[in-house]
């Protein structure tokens, strides 16, 4: 709550990222088109074309987000999708402020399995990770654009990965370009009122 509390500071940009499934669907009977008086029909039957997942990457602060599809989400891949974040989209700066939860995959240990040792530790030494705690991967924003991604985007049947990153990729150009925000609420105290459960309790003594 406090890293998202803090000004914005194109030194150290603050990223949420975060990860999720998707089946892949085709159609078995085309679907009928939309005519005048008319809806579209589609049939209720349909293919699994298998799974993939979404990697969601978004910079609260500045209104970007970047979307991108993968065949699983194994340590290689989040490792080259990291690789991606600060070579492509922030090579010149320092140091990138990290905020994601702490699946097995998202680790340090993950850059030195992809890539060479020099290269994992110029990486390693450019993040600041922050996780989520436990049970608690609703307080990263990035949870916020896949829901939205999800509803303005994945409501249809996409039977390939080529077909679901060019409508990933529509939507995030359209999303970004409209300087679409999102605006974060729950504050530090907030989280010491409804998460007071997660506070250790500290036990007064009585001086004899």
Wanted: glycine letters at 2%.
């Amino acid at each position: 709550m406090d890293l998202y509390a803090q000004p914005y500071n194109p030194e150290r940009p603050l990223i949420c990222m975060d990860e999720q499934p998707y089946q892949l669907l085709d159609h078995i009977l085309a679907p009928l088109p939309m005519k005048p008086g008319n809806c579209e029909k589609i049939d209720y039957e349909y293919e699994r074309k298998g799974t993939c997942s979404i990697f969601m990457f978004t910079e609260p602060l500045s209104n970007w987000r970047h979307v991108s599809v993968r065949k699983q989400r194994a340590r290689i891949d989040w490792a080259q999708e990291i690789d991606e974040l600060l070579n492509v989209h922030y090579p010149l700066v320092e140091k990138v402020v990290l905020v994601m939860d702490n699946l097995n995959t998202h680790g340090i240990a993950s850059l030195y399995q992809a890539f060479p040792p020099e290269k994992a530790r110029a990486l390693a030494r450019r993040l600041e990770i922050h996780y989520t705690p436990k049970h608690g991967s609703w307080l990263d924003i990035a949870e916020i654009e896949l829901s939205v991604m999800t509803r303005q985007c994945l409501c249809r049947r996409i039977p390939d990965m080529e077909t679901l990153q060019v409508q990933l990729s529509a939507w995030e150009l359209s999303r970004n370009s409209s300087n679409s925000t999102v605006v974060w609420q729950f504050k530090t105290d907030d989280a010491r009122i409804k998460l007071l459960h997660l506070y250790p309790r500290l036990e007064s003594r009585v001086s004899m």
